[in-house]
């Protein structure tokens, strides 16, 4: 079952399918999304929705964990972009944390490492965060 | 000067409206919207050329100034690029050149509203996956230029569900010829109908200046006004002149290219690392500069390819790529194009494909048999 809107503390599942699985968690003023799989032109949508979902109407920091998504196509780039500027939108914070090396390689070539804030770990990205 | 213009104007192919200086441009220029270009003296009473210049754009912003000049005075030439003239024709004016340039002019203003329009439609067409990937299809060169000298090829194996790579080969009036590679992001119509506005804006922008950094830079801007869809698309832009084998390019978000050498060794170039086009506007992009040897060849590709993966959920990636020629060096454009092909649906095998797989390939050496 999919839940919607910010929860309360712990963690929740947004979106589970054969090949992504988004999960939500509070930690303290930042909602953190830690996103595992692959996200590709067929199931870009479910990922929006997903963040969308995590986001809820009145959160203001999200954080997308990308410690285990294996792959990103420009379409799940998209979506990322989207989110941020609807954050942005609302004054809000964004950022992305533990990009494997190929991902990590996809931002720098498209540029988005130099657009998007990249933390190296949950850590440095949730300090960067709250402040 | 008045007198060759008019064979012209009786020949029906252009009409023209003449004024004798800045001002009376101007006021005819508001008068009468039908007017596509402007061919102005830099010198002229009342209001000078680079005057009307700076006020073109109030008039019109989509009309194109071509500007004539003293020959060699290129302080003015550089003030009136500047300024945003399109182009510009030295005096004693060639008659020949003249047309050239005019006949440039107007093709890129048509390319130009063409890439406005199809912008314009983004809002209202909603997805109907066959529509996108027959847009796709149609908008692919199917001819390439070869001579004796270079040979061009292109193509791509698109993905069941549609991808966004499209590539183009663009004759520029100086004989050079400028090929570009790209991949859109999302899918769907308002994926493909972004591709061909960014393909229109490409090609525009390309036959209107002769530096790739440039290009990216003027199809950034466009693409990026309004864009809420947060579409983006990455894009390698190359301008090859055929006579020196002298390549400049320039990166917008895209692959590096590879440079395959008449022995097999292959390289990925250097490229100065531009954002990809349509997500922040007034970026800079730079260019990279390379001499094509007889037999080298020139690869684009998308990450169609690199990113491959075979049912181990394994990654084509670099190395493969860069391995494909080590034995077996390219003898044309064509060849190199089947063997990355080749080797890629060899490594895929049953896999299914989750991309499109493009590439986009330039030769140089003695195809004369």
Redesign the interface.
């Known amino acids: 079952m999919e839940t919607s809107g910010q929860q309360g503390n712990g963690t929740w599942v947004a979106v589970d399918t054969k090949n992504l699985k988004v999960e939500g968690e509070n930690k303290g003023t930042i909602l953190v999304a830690k996103t595992s799989g692959r996200v590709d032109g067929s199931n870009a949508k479910e990922f929006q929705d997903a963040l969308e979902s995590i986001l809820g109407n009145n959160a203001t920091a999200l954080l997308l964990d990308m410690e285990d998504l294996s792959y990103i196509s420009s379409a799940g780039l998209r979506v990322i972009l989207l989110i941020a500027r609807q954050l942005q939108g609302k004054s809000g914070k964004f950022g992305v944390c533990s990009l494997s090396p190929s991902i990590s390689e996809v931002f720098q070539i498209s540029g988005f490492d130099k657009i998007i804030p990249v933390h190296p770990a949950q850590a440095d990205a949730l300090a960067s965060l709250g402040s | 000067m008045l007198q060759r213009m008019r064979r012209h104007i009786r020949s029906g192919k252009y009409n023209f409206t003449f004024a004798q200086n800045g001002l009376e441009a101007l006021a005819k220029l508001r008068e009468d919207s039908e007017i596509d270009m402007v061919l102005s003296d830099i010198n002229m009473p009342q209001m000078d050329g680079l005057t009307l210049l700076e006020q073109i754009p109030n008039v019109d912003p989509d009309l194109r100034a071509v500007m004539i000049s003293a020959y060699g005075d290129m302080r003015n030439i550089r003030t009136a690029m500047n300024r945003g003239a399109f182009d510009f024709v030295t005096k004693p004016i060639d008659f020949e050149d003249l047309e050239v340039t005019i006949s440039r002019t107007l093709s890129h203003i048509e390319e130009w509203r063409e890439a406005l329009a199809s912008r314009d439609k983004l809002v209202a067409i909603q997805n109907e996956l066959d529509v996108a990937s027959n847009m796709q299809q149609s908008i692919l060169p199917t001819q390439f230029p070869s001579s004796p000298t270079f040979q061009v090829f292109g193509s791509m194996e698109p993905?069941r569900?549609?991808?966004?790579d499209f590539f183009d080969v663009i004759r520029l009036g100086n004989g050079h010829i400028g090929l570009a590679i790209a991949?859109?992001?999302?899918?769907g119509v308002p994926a493909a109908l972004f591709m061909m506005s960014a393909r229109t804006l490409l090609k525009g922008a390309a036959i209107g200046s002769p530096n790739p950094a440039d290009v990216l830079k003027e199809v950034n801007n466009l693409l990026s006004q309004d864009n809420d869809s947060?579409?983006?698309v990455?894009i390698l832009y190359a301008e090859y002149d055929p006579e020196s084998g002298h390549l400049s390019y320039a990166n917008?978000?895209?692959?590096?290219p590879l440079i395959v050498h008449a022995n097999g060794s292959t390289e990925l170039l250097p490229t100065s690392?531009?954002?990809?086009l349509g997500?922040?506007p007034n970026l800079p992009y730079t260019q990279d500069e390379i001499t094509l040897g007889q037999g080298d060849t020139f690869i684009l590709y998308t990450?169609g390819v690199t990113?491959a993966?075979n049912a181990d959920?394994e990654?084509f990636g670099n190395d493969r790529l860069l391995n494909i020629f080590t034995s077996s060096p390219p003898q044309s454009s064509h060849d190199a194009n089947d063997a990355v092909f080749h080797t890629v649906r060899t490594f895929v095998a049953e896999a299914p494909q989750?991309?499109d797989i493009t590439c986009l390939t330039l030769s140089r050496g003695n195809f004369s048999s």
């Not at chain 2, 569900?161 to 966004?164: A, E, I, T």
């Not at chain 2, 690392?273 to 990809?276: E, M, S, T, W």
Request: no cysteine; glycine share 22%.
């Open positions: 993905a569900s549609v991808g966004g991949d859109v992001s999302g899918k947060a579409m983006f990455t917008g978000g895209h692959n590096a690392g531009g954002i990809a997500l922040v990450d990113e993966m959920y990654e989750s991309d």
